[in-house]
């Protein structure tokens, strides 16, 4: 059974950075791409940033495109995702998920496994 944990959010005000992690519990940690989504008050969930199963390709949305970094140690079971220059249009609650397949995406439905999300608040 996989599970998905995400930790490291947190109140910060803008200017600051985060970073969060997501555990990966199960197996073939290392064969599915990964992704990081966020969904904010009233609002959809929204694509923020993949990562292939081999740590070479990446992809961000591009509300926080130059500002945030995805990456994982495949070691560790684990995906990171390193937020600067936070804004308050940043506050949402963070979500990671696995992918299907090995391939990055920027489409929720590429996703079959999710964590229970983190909270990010970025106070002005």
């Known amino acids: 059974q996989v599970q998905l944990v995400e930790s490291g959010g947190g109140l910060v005000q803008a200017g600051d950075s985060l970073r969060l992690s997501c555990v990966y519990s199960?197996?073939?940690?290392?064969?599915?791409?990964m992704g990081w989504f966020r969904q904010a008050p009233g609002k959809e969930r929204a694509f923020v940033a993949s990562i292939s199963w081999s740590n070479s390709i990446t992809y961000y949305g591009g509300a926080v495109k130059g500002r945030f970094t995805i990456s994982r140690d495949n070691a560790k079971n684990t995906v990171y995702l390193q937020m600067d220059s936070l804004t308050p249009d940043d506050t949402a609650v963070y979500y990671c998920?696995?992918?299907?397949?090995?391939?990055?995406?920027?489409?929720?439905?590429?996703?079959?496994?999710w964590g229970q999300g983190t909270q990010v608040t970025v106070s002005s």
């Open positions: 199960g197996r073939g940690f290392n064969l599915y791409a």
């Open positions: 998920a696995r992918g299907k397949n090995l391939q990055t995406s920027s489409a929720a439905g590429a996703y079959d496994y």
